[in-house]
């Protein structure tokens, strides 16, 4: 019989994370589901972790060379025979009952609801200053936009920066309409999630299980400018929806400059980072504590 879920993990280089990622899919109380782990052409011991696995659920694919990581959904994608696909990151630890309570979720619902989602949590596993940890909770998004559900209404709030859902590593979708969209973009090296997300929505609803059933492992943040042109791409991609949803008075482009800012300040590129602020909206009175933040380190950089 073909599996409920086809879970699709790209990885590349991470072979000391690899398992613990691996054995939260293993250990799901929703035991009808295959793993598709797709080798990004990685150097490290990745073949040799999985192999290590004893479970006729595991897949193993490996590219010839590096492709990127959604060439490598797309890889897992062709393969998958599940009724539902769910994504998952190769760092990223799902808790036990993610994928059966959000199989319930839709199930429950009627066919116009085609995707659901899941609150997340961050690790830290460095550990994370006692200051930085207080702001990061204080201004953490998720106190005003995670949970959102519905349709098409959802793409604005997910281009303006207001609705952050994970995917890449939340994200549950019929299979049928991950077909239908052609999976994923890639000529997009980052925001590829939301990118793909916001094609899900054009063909139906979004569910949200309001529960933290991901645990999400902080690795870092990518340089600045590979973001700003990662940026651009993403909003060139989506210039009639954003002109559209300006003339509704909503300011995407201000909301990616204060993304932009964020990232050349927390960099040390403070001359780069205080011109985008200057064009980016007016952060909110709870956003500030992190900004400043962004500030502190950027100045650090200098020293």
Known sequence: ????????????????????????VLSQTLKSLELIIIDDASEDDTEDVVASYDDD??????????????????TGIERADGEYIAFLDSDDVWLPTKLEKQVLTL??????WVAAYCEAETVHPGGQNPLVK?????????NKTEGAEGGKELI???????????????LLVKSDVVRAIDGFDESFTRFQDPEFLIRVLKHGKLACVN????????????????????????????????????????????AHHYILARQ????????????????ARRPELRQLPGLLLNVYSGLREHV
Do not use: C
Not at 59 to 71: I, K, L
Not at 107 to 112: A, C, G, K, T
């Open 134 to 142: 207080w702001v990061t909770k204080l201004v953490s998004r998720r």
């Open 264 to 279: 050349y300040l927390n960099e040390g590129q403070l001359r780069t980072g205080f011109r985008y602020l200057r064009h």
């Open 107 to 112: 199930e429950l619902r009627s066919d116009d």
């Open 57 to 74: 659920r595991i897949q193993f694919v490996q590219h010839n060379t590096n492709m990127g990581a959604s060439a490598a959904r797309n």
């Open 211 to 254: 529960e933290p059933l991901l645990l999400r492992y902080e690795t870092g943040s990518p340089p600045a400018d590979a973001v700003a042109e990662a940026d651009e791409h993403f909003r060139r991609t989506f210039a009639e929806e954003i002109e559209r949803l300006e003339r509704q008075g909503i300011d995407v482009t201000g």
């Open 1 to 24: 019989m073909a599996p409920t879920v086809s879970v699709i993990v790209p990885t590349y280089n991470r072979a000391d994370a690899l398992p613990r990622t691996i054995e939260s």
């Open 156 to 170: 604005g709030p997910i281009l303006s920066d207001d609705l952050h859902t994970s995917a890449g590593s939340s």
